[in-house]
Antibody, heavy 121, light 112 residues
Framework: EVQLVESGGGLVQPGRSLRLSCAAS????????MHWVRQAPGKGLEWVSG????????GYADSVKGRFTISRDNAKNSLYLQMNSLRAEDTALYYC??????????????WGQGTMVTVSS | QSALTQPASVSGSPGQSITISCTGT?????????VSWYQQHPGKAPKLMIY???NRPSGVPDRFSGSKSGNTASLTISGLQAEDEADYYC????????????FGGGTKLTVL
């Protein structure tokens, strides 16, 4: 079964850090780009960051540039998001999503169920 | 990286057709054929409905179709059904120098 399972979310104080993980199974992980997409409570989807199949191409939304770092470990079929200097506006459900191609942000055909990040003192 | 522009809401009666627009710029929607559409029911993860402007993934009914003209993409749902009531989001690739994407603000579809 094709599956993405996120973990690592939780309650964190402003200014602190958190690392999200996404475990992939059921497909050849290193054939595809991967992304993080978030959704604040009651709001729409926001693309956060993406990484190509070989980590050669990486992109970030302006809202997280310089604070978040995406990475992947193809040997472990895993995607990560290191989030530093967290702000209240980073509070959201964070989804891991698989791209249909190796090096684009073109179409996200597989999604996890999300992990909730709450930034609050 | 400005969000793509979608209408906040659309509505239609069962059996009717509706169209949701998604307006961007020549740097995203108009510059690439990597426009996709997602359906999201409350409390659920998004589901891919259309990719590369007009292609349907396996399992998506042919009542769903996509198109693009210039900087505006469109999702059309024909023969509306009650289960089509959901939020719909468009997305586009927006950079080839780095790997970047952008979503629209979302459209709430109400089936009357």
């Amino acid at each position: 079964e094709v599956q993405l399972v996120e973990s690592g979310g939780g309650l964190v104080q402003p200014g602190r850090s958190l690392r999200l993980s996404c475990a992939a199974s059921g497909f050849t992980f290193d054939d595809y780009a991967m992304h993080w997409v978030r959704q604040a409570p009651g709001k729409g989807l926001e693309w956060v960051s993406g990484i190509s199949w070989n980590s050669g191409s990486i992109g970030y939304a302006d809202s997280v540039k310089g604070r978040f770092t995406i990475s992947r470990d193809n040997a472990k079929n895993s995607l990560y998001l290191q989030m530093n200097s967290l702000r209240a506006e980073d509070t959201a459900l964070y989804y891991c999503a698989k791209d249909m191609a190796p090096a684009t942000a073109g179409a996200f055909d597989i999604w996890g169920q999300g992990t909730m990040v709450t930034v609050s003192s | 990286q400005s969000a793509l522009t979608q209408p906040a809401s659309v509505s239609g009666s069962p059996g009717q057709s509706i169209t949701i627009s998604c307006t961007g710029t020549s740097s995203d929607v108009g510059g690439y054929n990597y426009v996709s559409w997602y359906q999201q029911h409350p409390g659920k993860a998004p589901k891919l409905m259309i990719y590369e402007v007009s292609n349907r993934p396996s399992g998506v009914p042919d009542r769903f179709s996509g198109s693009k003209s210039g900087n505006t993409a469109s999702l059309t749902i024909s023969g509306l059904q009650a289960e089509d009531e959901a939020d719909y989001y468009c997305s586009s690739y927006t950079s080839s120098s780095t790997l970047e994407g952008v979503f629209g603000g979302g459209t709430k579809l109400t089936v009357l």
